[in-house]
């Protein structure tokens, strides 16, 4: 007997008892149904507040980026109001999104309507101010759309925690509410209203009588919404006798913001449903239990040989590596569709994972910026960032004391702008030598060096042969790509110095498990799951003398003005930072192997934002200890300092400058370089004079516009970036003078 007659005899069987029983549920199910769709209006309204919650949440962190961007640290009206018109266009939920000051007046919007708005009276607002990393939600009538809108804010508070501006977005009520409503397809009613009882959102239904922008307080409905834990639905009988069945969404977080959702249906037509449905359950079950036999012989005979048929036509495209191929619709229900469904989903997620990865190699190609200007800024910035601070500082002079002649007047402000002109020239090279914050991201460092593989061999030269092995199955490492590219730059330049007769050059890239016997540059066990990077060389190699320096700044073995002595110990900083180790072997005559561990699945740093300073201009009368290597600089700066109405005390080194502190002298404020020569940079020397002085005041000078100086724990030290005016430097000295005492 064939699967077909088998199949048929079962379910004739099957069919009679069942078939008798499913009536007579049907007519159980009816009083089910309803009760059901009662339910229903309940959950609806809860789908509807979970869905507004999400896009609340959404709206958080869309605030959060925002926060961040650049484009929003401006004063510059026009330019904030239309980088949000932009934002805006992304995302039409929203009827405008603008920034507030912190004094609540209307800063930038979206709309462009350059509009002045005290918003202080505002709910909103008076919340938000109080709040960090977090939003505060309130449902008006926006004052620059007349639309209902849920306003979302969110304050942006800089690194001291005071509030710079608040972000708010409103939310268009209107469309979430259309939205729902066609999902509904417009079976039930959707109705929001505030904590007042005014009308955000009215129903669609001709039975509302209430307009948006009414008030339903005080009626039977408002009490059953506000009610904290009431029942779940109730019905309702309007002035003209229809009765409508409400439920209401009991979302703890909406309800928090003054906001209630309500979904309805009137009962007549809650009723009729259910008797439709009756009639409609009978009519089918008859007619199913007539298809159903022939249905039967059809899908025994050609549906299920024909879908097996696609789905061994799909998997053969798969085996190709056709990643485009998919199985089209309709699909057949049960197992067989759920198995056209998977490998269409697995096909697009490879199709998606291949285009990702493409255009991944594609950034990494483009985004090389390699180049030997990046070793050399670092070690120039300090003493060029010097000579700009004398050339600025006395053309202002120069300008001051020729005012009166404007020609000279004309040539001295010219020098003063070709030296801020160098100064921002200086500061885009040190940007450029890796003086910003890590931006890692969890990446395959071996696809990062494929990327690289061109730029390597032109950089090496047709006299080095090189060659790049990458071990199978690489476990992902969280590593900024863009360092990542300049410390590979920087080992292979290292390396064909080392060749200048030719030579070989491996890379190889590989997961390596570390244990208590591996141990960095330093002496130190660092156990733990890596992925390694190693550039290999046959060149000259190291003694073990320069072995044992070759990672300390400013150190090198190359002639003078062929290196600075930063690149080793640049890619040591980069991958200490990143959480990872160095280890290096080199024997005079056999060439050197460095290698970069990073830690697998490490967890990206986070970015240190710095918090604006205060300006205050105005001179003062306090004795400052001047610590400067520089003598020009010295000279400047001290004569600054007395032209301001300082008492000045100079000195041109640490030592020298704790000698004075142990002296009975008043000194308010010690001023002092960060890189300075004697062993004792800026940052110690302010550590040791707080151990004399507890109440000295600190203020740094640094020729690094990024530099990241690390003060002393205990004190609240200010930096003044080389070069500076003489406002800045009178601003900065008030400001450090200003700071409460430890």
């Known amino acids: 007997m064939s699967l077909r007659t088998r199949l048929l005899i079962l379910v004739i069987a099957a069919m009679l008892v069942p078939a008798i029983l499913v009536g007579l549920r049907f007519v159980q199910n009816r009083a089910s149904e309803i009760d059901a769709a009662l339910a229903n209006l309940a959950a609806s309204a809860d789908d509807i507040a979970a869905d507004l919650d999400e896009k609340i949440q959404g709206t958080a962190q869309l605030h959060y980026g925002l926060a961040r961007a650049r484009d929003l640290d401006t004063r510059d009206k026009a330019a904030c109001s239309a980088f949000l018109s932009d934002v805006r266009e992304e995302y039409p939920q929203f009827t405008g999104i603008l920034t507030i000051d912190p004094d609540g007046s209307l800063f930038c919007d979206s709309l462009r309507t350059n509009r002045t708005l005290d918003l202080n009276d505002r709910g909103y607002f008076k919340q938000v101010k109080e709040l960090t990393g977090v939003v505060a939600v309130e449902p008006v009538f926006g004052r620059l759309t007349g639309l209902s809108v849920l306003q979302i804010a969110y304050p942006v508070r800089s690194e001291a925690g005071a509030l710079k501006l608040v972000l708010l977005a409103s939310f268009n009520l209107n469309k979430f509410v259309e939205f729902h409503d066609k999902r509904l397809l417009a079976e039930k009613d959707i109705l929001l209203v505030d904590a007042k009882g005014t009308v955000l959102a009215a129903p669609k239904s001709g039975g509302w009588s209430e307009p948006v922008g009414g008030s339903i307080a005080g009626s039977d409905l408002f009490r059953f919404a506000t009610a904290p834990d009431g029942e779940p639905f109730r019905e309702v009988t309007d002035r003209e006798g229809r009765t409508q069945i409400w439920g209401v969404a009991r979302s703890p977080s909406i309800r928090k913001a003054g ?61 190709r590596g056709d990643l485009s191929a998919r199985i089209p619709e309709p699909h057949p229900g049960g197992e067989l569709g759920g198995l056209m469904t998977l490998l269409n989903s697995t096909a697009e997620s490879l199709e998606q994972q291949r285009a990702a990865i493409a255009d991944l190699s594609h950034k990494l190609s483009q985004s090389q910026k390699m180049e030997a200007m990046g070793q050399l800024t670092g070690g120039v910035a300090h003493d060029f960032n010097n000579l700009l601070t004398v050339i600025l500082g006395n053309s202002e002079h120069l300008a001051d004391r020729l005012a009166g002649n404007k020609e000279l007047h004309r040539i001295a402000s010219d020098i003063a702008t070709a030296a801020e002109r160098g100064s921002d020239l200086t500061r885009s090279l040190l940007a450029f030598a890796r003086k910003q914050p890590l931006r890692p991201r969890e990446i395959d460092i071996a696809e990062q060096v494929t990327g690289m593989k061109q730029l390597l061999r032109r950089t090496l030269g047709e006299h080095i042969e090189s060659s790049f092995t990458f071990a199978p199955d690489l476990w992902l ?57 190693a550039v290999k060389d046959t060149g ?64 990206p740093p986070s970015e240190d934002l710095r918090p604006a ?10 004795t400052v200890l001047l610590v400067e290597d520089d003598d020009m600089v010295r000279a400047y700066v001290e004569n600054e300092l007395r032209t301001l109405g300082y008492r000045v005390i100079a000195t041109s ?5 704790l000698e004075v502190l142990r002296q009975p002298d008043d000194i308010q ?58 406002q800045e430097l009178a601003a900065m000295l008030r400001a450090a003078l200003s700071e409460p005492s430890r």
Request: overall charge neutral; charged content about 20%; proline content about 5%.
């Open 477 to 533: 490492a969280s590593v900024d790509p863009g360092q990542l590219a300049t410390a590979v730059l920087n080992l292979v330049l290292n390396a064909r110095d080392a060749m200048p007769d030719g030579g070989k050059l491996a890379v190889e890239v590989c997961n390596a498990s570390l244990g208590e016997s591996d141990l960095d540059v330093n002496g130190e066990p660092r156990p733990g799951d890596y992925v390694m990077l």
């Open 540 to 603: 000259a190699g190291m003694s073990s003398e320069v072995l044992g320096r070759a990672f300390e700044p400013f150190f090198t073995t190359k002639e003078v003005g062929k290196g600075t002595g930063l690149g080793l110990s640049m890619v040591y900083g980069f991958v200490q930072q990143s959480g990872g180790l160095v280890q290096m072997q080199s024997e005079p005559g056999r060439g050197s192997t460095i290698r970069l561990f990073f830690p697998r699945l490490a967890t």
């Open 669 to 726: 404020l010690l001023f002092t370089d960060v890189v300075m020569p004697g062993g004792m940079f800026g940052p110690e020397l302010a550590r040791q004079a707080a151990e004399l002085r507890p109440d000295l005041k600190v203020l740094f000078t640094s020729g690094y516009s990024q530099d990241p100086v690390k003060t002393p724990d205990g004190i609240n030290a200010r930096i003044l970036t080389k070069p500076f005016k003489r």
């Open 259 to 319: 906001l209630y959702i309500l979904v309805g249906r009137s009962k007549d037509g809650l009723v009729a449903a259910a008797n439709r449905r009756l009639y409609e359950d009978v009519a089918i079950l008859a007619v199913a239990s007539l298809l159903l036999l022939a249905g039967l012989w059809i899908l025994t005979t050609v549906s299920i040989g024909r879908q097996v048929g696609r789905l061994a036509t799909m998997a053969k495209r798969l085996g």
């Open 653 to 657: 080194n640490g030592p020298a400058a």
């Open 613 to 622: 300073q205060a300006t205050i201009t105005h001179a003062g009368h306090e």
